[in-house]
T-cell receptor
Framework: SQQGEEDPQALSIQEGENATMNCSYK?????LQWYRQNSGRGLVHLILIRSNEREKHSGRLRVTLDTSKKSSSLLITASRAADTASYFC??????????FGEGTQLTVNP | GAVVSQHPSWVICKSGTSVKIECRSL??????MFWYRQFPKQSLMLMAT?????????EQGVEKDKFLINHASLTLSTLTVTSAHPEDSSFYIC????????????FGEGSRLTVL
């Protein structure tokens, strides 16, 4: 399969808790990106981490990248009910061509 | 940020008809656009890469005669699902590459196709 894997497939937490999602991929990458998708909507770009970077922060988001293990993680701190959505990692190999992971459905309970 | 618009956002059609979906970059020029298909509770699968002024590049297993892609201008790409059947019912999403160093893609809101 061209797709990478994400785990967990589903995650349910309480507001205020942290949420961690993991992504593994198979090929060499230029960068890895994380997206959010609300049900039935398009994708919203969250953060991009380049292959020569190991960690990146954006607000309550923290992304790590381990190219030796071909894995990445997305941490959402102090989660809110509004963070409920599906989260996808996507690997860019060349020319903006993205391969998406299977996604994690995050539910944040108020 | 850059805006990508898709139209229609949803469409219902009878089996055997053809449906055209438009993807427009509203405030930037996109030499490359991508078309994805997403089945319920699944990930996005890249269908094809649409290049302005040239033929689209289709992913393995995607029928080019079934899914016609035209990228006639730097702001518009269209996907036509020809002779649609119920199994073509899906959520179709386009994205456009912003010509910058970020590598960021901007996605449309998607078009939900239901074939009866």
């Amino acid at each position: 399969s061209q797709q990478g894997e994400e785990d967990p497939q589903a995650l349910s937490i309480q507001e205020g808790e942290n949420a961690t999602m993991n992504c593994s991929y198979k090929t060499s990458i230029n960068n890895l990106q994380w997206y959010r998708q609300n049900s039935g909507r398009g994708l919203v770009h969250l953060i991009l981490i380049r292959s020569n970077e190991r960690e990146k922060h954006s607000g309550r988001l923290r992304v790590t990248l381990d190219t030796s293990k071909k894995s990445s993680s997305l941490l959402i701190t102090a989660s809110r009910a509004a963070d409920t959505a599906s989260y996808f990692c996507a690997q860019e190999t060349s020319g903006s061509r993205l391969t998406f992971g299977e996604g994690t459905q995050l539910t944040v309970n108020p | 940020g850059a805006v990508v618009s898709q139209h229609p956002s949803w469409v219902i059609c009878k089996s055997g008809t053809s449906v055209k979906i438009e993807c427009r970059s509203l405030d930037f020029q996109a030499t490359t656009m991508f078309w994805y298909r997403q089945f319920p509770k699944q990930s996005l699968m890249l269908m094809a890469t649409s290049n302005e002024g040239s033929k689209a590049t289709y992913e393995q297993g995607v029928e080019k005669d079934k899914f016609l892609i035209n990228h006639a201008s730097l702001t518009l790409s269209t996907l036509t699902v020809t002779s649609a059947h119920p199994e073509d019912s899906s959520f179709y999403i386009c994205s456009a590459a912003l010509a910058s160093l970020t590598g960021e893609l901007f996605f449309g809101e998607g078009s939900r196709l239901t074939v009866l």
